[in-house]
């Protein structure tokens, strides 16, 4: 008779494998939760009875958790849900339920990222404070061509708003009426906000239009500004 594995001992020996190859032994919880709340951004810091419980095979991670682990460690997230047996009454079912959701969303967003990378249109992803959290390649390319610090400075990390705001030349006008729109948005005064401006580079003289929305999922809710290419830009055009 086969015996399967609860999620709980899958889960803790992916884990100790994993921090074993990294620091030629198993840590300890101390050692453990340190280096995992030092990584714990958007998520709960955990506590060393968790970390200890996490090692010892007594608890599963949460799956905002378990996204940390990947990242950090990058530990297989199927290895937390193999093997195991449908008939399984323990009471860890919602946290591999969780694991599994996790999972299949992880899967989900690799294909959206994949195939936001291969549309022309320059797309962000900002939280609700205006930081950008994700470029596509469109995006991240115009940035770069069009800065001299590798298009640091439109891209992660960077706060699209007070780009915005801080613009003191002739496109004023165009991004305090965006950086307003996008304000809109997040407060849910708008469900949608679109603009139409004119660019001017060494390389090209053209109208954009932006479109500015929002989306949720289990993580959050997000904004999205997307720039299109509208048309040809006149000199007479202003």
């Known amino acids: 008779m086969q015996h399967h594995k609860k999620p709980v001992d899958n889960f803790s020996s992916a884990l100790t494998d994993t921090l074993r190859n990294r620091y030629g032994k198993v840590p300890s919880a101390a050692f453990f ?4 709340n030092i990584r714990a951004y958007g998520t709960k810091f955990i506590s060393r009875e968790t970390a200890r419980k996490w090692l010892k095979g007594l608890a599963l991670p949460k799956a905002s958790a378990l996204q940390i682990l990947v990242d950090w460690l990058n530990i297989n997230p199927v290895s937390v849900f193999a093997m195991t047996d449908p008939k399984d ?5 919602t946290d591999q339920d969780n694991v599994r959701a996790w999972h299949e969303r992880r899967s989900s967003d690799q294909l959206a990222l994949e195939a936001l990378e291969s549309v022309a249109p320059r797309i962000a992803v900002l939280d609700l404070q205006g930081k950008i959290i ?17 298009g640091k400075h439109l891209c992660e990390g960077v706060n699209y ?14 991004s305090q009426s965006m950086a307003k729109g996008i304000r809109e948005v997040i407060a849910n005064v708008k469900t949608h906000y679109s603009l139409k401006y004119p660019c001017y580079t060494p390389k090209e003289r053209r109208w954009y239009t932006v479109q500015v929305t929002s989306y949720s999922n289990a993580d959050g809710r997000y904004v999205i500004v997307y720039h299109e290419t509208f048309g040809e830009l006149e000199d007479n055009s202003l």
């Open 161 to 174: 708003l007070t780009l915005c705001d801080e613009i003191t030349t002739f496109d004023k006008v165009f």
């Open 89 to 93: 009454s323990e009471s860890t079912h």
């Open 33 to 36: 939760m340190n280096e995992f």
């Open 134 to 150: 994700l470029v596509n390649q469109a995006w991240r390319n115009m940035a770069f061509a069009n800065s001299n610090d590798g």
